[in-house]
């Protein structure tokens, strides 16, 4: 199964960036993966929130096949703790292709990329930073593969 993130604008914390890179490199020994950056919208000012939600939806609906598997990071997604988030994770990699984790812009998604996903994951019912989220999904992704391979680095 091949993992893809799409993330909305690129990552500009030279902090975040190292650990997402490491984490990236790292999760690449278990599986592959990949992030495909949208780039962030320019010349925002005259746009509503609507509009630059559905400019940001045409251009992640572009980086979607039609068999992928979506899954939306998403406030309002299910929650899981580790243990769990890698039970689930192992199923896709058994009935995934391509299984797609999409990180939306600052205020979310549009309708279709609603309509789209297959199902919504939230990290916690607290709030991150767009920037802070890409960071921490990668290493709970890393996390999961550890935990699928019975390997240390999770401890319960």
């Known amino acids: 199964?091949?993992?893809?993130?799409?993330?909305?604008?690129?990552?500009?914390?030279?902090?975040f960036v190292a650990g997402i890179n490491d984490?990236?490199?790292r999760i690449g020994h278990y599986m592959p993966f990949i992030i495909?950056?949208?780039?962030?919208l320019k010349n925002t000012k005259n746009?509503?929130?609507d509009q630059q939600k559905e400019m940001e939806g045409d251009l992640i609906m572009k980086q979607i096949q039609p068999s992928d598997t979506v899954v939306l990071l998403d406030e309002h997604g299910a929650e899981y703790r580790s243990i769990e988030y890698a039970k689930w994770l192992q199923k896709k990699q058994n009935t995934a292709r391509r299984l797609v984790f999409v990180i939306g812009g600052p205020y979310g998604?549009?309708?279709k990329i609603y309509d789209r996903c297959n199902e919504k994951i939230s990290l916690s019912k607290m709030t991150f930073s767009h920037q802070?989220?890409?960071l921490i999904f990668v290493e709970q992704l890393y996390r999961?593969?550890?935990i699928i391979k019975?390997?240390?680095y999770h401890h319960e």
């Open 150 to 152: 019975g390997e240390p």
């Open 36 to 40: 495909e950056t949208i780039p962030e």
């Open 109 to 111: 998604f549009a309708q």
């Open 23 to 25: 984490y990236t490199e």
């Open 144 to 146: 999961a593969c550890t």
């Open 47 to 49: 746009l509503s929130e």
């Open 132 to 134: 802070m989220v890409r």
């Open 1 to 15: 199964m091949k993992t893809v993130l799409i993330l909305v604008g690129k990552t500009v914390n030279k902090h």
